[in-house]
């Protein structure tokens, strides 16, 4: 099947930390750039951080750079966010999304999400 | 970093109706503009990229337009399946890629 599976949600503590994974399956991983994107409750969607298709290269939004640290294991199919420092504003639903090969910065792919509460 | 604003907030249409939302970005980010639609619960799908090409798949109803600052989004015949939160995305200049705040459409 093809998907995009995130896990690692859960409720933390201001201050705590939590990796998200989000492991995919039916698509050749290494050919597409990832992203994290979240969505606070009843909110709309911000890009969190991105990843090349080789790792090499990283992006990250102002309000997490330097907490966040997003990875990816080619061999494993897996891209992960490692999450330092959580503050109550990092609350909300944090999805994985593809990259478009062929037109940076469109997302064609996304998982069904998995839920932060920082409280 | 790249504002990007739509409008209405929400809307509401009859089935059939025509409806246009519009997405204006804070510089010009030349055809560089993404649409997608959530429906409650799910994630978001890809709609319009490039400003104007439809992804394979997507309702022929679905349109796209506009460049530089000023682009909008066509439903040419609204249908009850069309009842979602559609959102505005510039691809132009990252990071960060940013989103409009979304436009509601519900069906009367």
């Known amino acids: 099947e093809v998907q995009l599976l995130e896990s690692g949600g859960g409720l933390v503590q201001p201050g705590g930390s939590l990796r998200l994974s989000c492991v995919a399956s039916?698509?050749?991983?290494?050919?597409?750039?990832m992203s994290w994107v979240r969505q606070a409750p009843g909110k709309g969607l911000e890009w969190v951080a991105g990843?090349?298709?080789?790792?090499?290269?990283?992006y990250y939004a102002h309000p997490v750079k330097g907490r966040f640290t997003i990875s990816r294991d080619n061999s494993e199919d897996t891209l992960y966010l490692q999450m330092n420092s959580l503050r109550a504003g990092d609350t909300a639903i944090y999805y994985c999304?593809?990259?478009?090969?062929?037109?940076?910065?469109?997302?064609?792919?996304w998982g069904q999400g998995t839920m932060v509460t920082v409280s | 970093d790249i504002q990007m604003t739509q409008s209405p907030s929400s809307l509401s249409a009859s089935v059939g109706d025509r409806v246009t939302i519009t997405c204006r970005a804070s510089?010009?980010?030349?055809?560089?503009l993404v649409w997608y639609q959530q429906k409650p619960g799910n994630a978001p799908k890809l709609l319009i990229y490039?400003?104007?090409t439809l992804r394979s798949g997507v309702s022929s109803r679905f349109s796209g337009s506009g460049s530089g600052t000023d682009f909008a989004l066509t439903i040419s015949s609204l249908q009850p399946e069309d009842s979602a939160t559609y959102y505005c995305?510039?691809?132009?200049?990252?990071?960060?890629?940013?989103f409009g705040q979304g436009t509601k459409v519900e069906i009367k």
């Open positions: 999304a593809r990259g478009v090969s062929a037109y940076e910065g469109a997302f064609d792919m």
């Open positions: 039916g698509i050749t991983f290494t050919n597409h750039a």
């Open positions: 990843i090349s298709e080789s790792g090499s290269t990283t």
């Open positions: 510089q010009n980010i030349r055809s560089w």
């Open positions: 490039g400003a104007s």
């Open positions: 995305q510039q691809a132009n200049s990252f990071p960060p890629w940013t």
